[in-house]
């Protein structure tokens, strides 16, 4: 009984260990709701732009998705693939200048796999008036 119930426990871990896909969200909360930022218009450029092996254009060849809530986007990839987070963020910054968002946003890494998208804060520059 005590071999069936190691069995149990390797079909058990087989069965959580089924996360073979990594996921990377990006959080444009802040700028979606203040109407900067188009998720839907961010989500192609990144459709059009990621490369795997070098080629641009083949995400569903290599089970990379792209999908999108009404402020986050979450890319899909398998974990053999060893899809590039810095690449995102790499991408993300560019499509920001694109749209010369850069001067007012930044990307910002929230957690291990994932990014916020930031207003840069601004200070008042009240710090000379006390002298």
């Not at 087989?14 to 998720?39: E, H, M, S, W």
């Not at 995400?59 to 009404?70: E, G, W």
């Amino acid at each position: 009984m005590g071999l069936l119930g190691s069995v149990d426990g390797k079909a058990d871990h087989a069965v959580k260990g089924k996360k073979n896909t990594v996921k990377f969200v990006i959080d444009c909360t802040q700028p979606v709701d203040d109407k900067v930022l188009d998720v839907a218009l961010f989500e192609a450029y990144l459709q059009d732009k990621i490369k795997i092996g070098g080629k641009t254009g083949a995400l569903a060849a290599n089970n990379v998705s792209i999908t999108r809530d009404r402020t986050k986007l979450t890319v899909t990839s398998p974990a053999d693939l060893k899809f590039s987070k810095r690449q995102l963020k790499y991408l993300s910054k560019r499509y920001l200048k694109k749209q010369q968002l850069r001067d007012y946003l930044r990307v910002v890494a929230a957690s291990k796999n994932s990014y916020e998208m930031r207003y840069f804060s601004i200070s008042g520059g009240d710090d000379d008036v006390d002298e």
